[in-house]
């Protein structure tokens, strides 16, 4: 059974970026879409990208509204996803998760980690 | 982008009472649609996806209908473990987009 396990910093100044790392364990790295949502207090969730990787190759992929601020990176060698959102506001104040998708639908996510709470305060 | 919406907001039911929940797209999102278990701070889980398909593991008592741009979340009878808020999702457009979920909450 796959597992997913976010971590970084709980708060982030305004302005600065943030950066999160989603290790997983349990199961292999390659072959999937490994995606991050977020959840802002009392809001839905948000899909903010992916990155996918197999046999050596693979692409991200980001919303069009976070595009200009945000990258998914992979290291393969320590089965971890890492993502980075820059120039951040009290907007992206939210619970970042990561998640694994479902067979070969990449925005199907069913394997998620705990998430981790980021708050954007100085 | 798709613009997911739930109803209703909070859902009121007593134990082994039947609950339906909606979800509508802003257009038609073919079968496309998932659903999503959250309990307070724990993260989403996949109840549903293809609009009718369970996911691995989850009840019978859980079922799911619709196509197009009008879907529908049941619970036959509700068991303690099923109060918790319930997400909607379409992943037939890009970006996939989510609703703003449903409370099912103890009567």
């Known amino acids: 059974q796959v597992q997913l396990q976010e971590s970084g910093p709980g708060l982030v100044k305004p302005s600065e970026t943030l950066s999160l790392t989603c290790t997983v364990s349990?199961?292999?790295?390659?072959?999937?879409?490994w995606n991050w949502v977020r959840q802002p207090p009392g809001k839905e969730l948000e899909w903010i990208g992916y990155?996918?990787?197999?046999?050596?190759?693979?692409?991200?992929d980001y919303n069009p509204s976070l595009k200009s601020r945000v990258s998914i990176s992979i290291d393969t060698s320590n089965n971890q996803i890492s993502l980075k959102l820059s120039s951040v506001t009290a907007a992206d104040g939210a619970v970042y998760y990561c998640?694994?998708?479902?067979?070969?639908?990449?925005?199907?996510?069913?394997?998620w980690g705990q998430g981790a709470l980021v708050t954007v305060s100085s | 982008e798709i613009v997911m919406t739930q109803s209703p907001v909070t859902l009121s039911v007593s134990p082994g009472e039947g609950a339906t929940l909606s979800c509508r797209a802003s257009q038609s999102v073919s079968s496309n649609l998932a659903w999503y278990q959250q309990k307070p701070g724990q993260a989403p889980r996949l109840l549903m996806y293809?609009?009718?398909t369970r996911a691995s593991g989850i009840p019978s008592r859980f079922s799911g209908s619709g196509s197009g741009a009008e879907f529908s979340l049941s619970i036959s009878s509700l068991q303690s473990e099923d109060f918790a808020v319930y997400h909607c999702?379409?992943?037939?457009?890009?970006?996939?987009?989510f609703g703003q979920g449903t409370k099912v909450d103890i009567k």
């Open positions: 293809g609009a009718s």
């Open positions: 999702q379409q992943y037939n457009h890009w970006p996939p987009t």
């Open positions: 349990g199961g292999s790295i390659s072959s999937y879409y």
């Open positions: 990155i996918y990787y197999s046999g050596g190759s693979g692409g991200t």
């Open positions: 998640a694994r998708n479902l067979g070969v639908l990449p925005f199907l996510f069913d394997s």
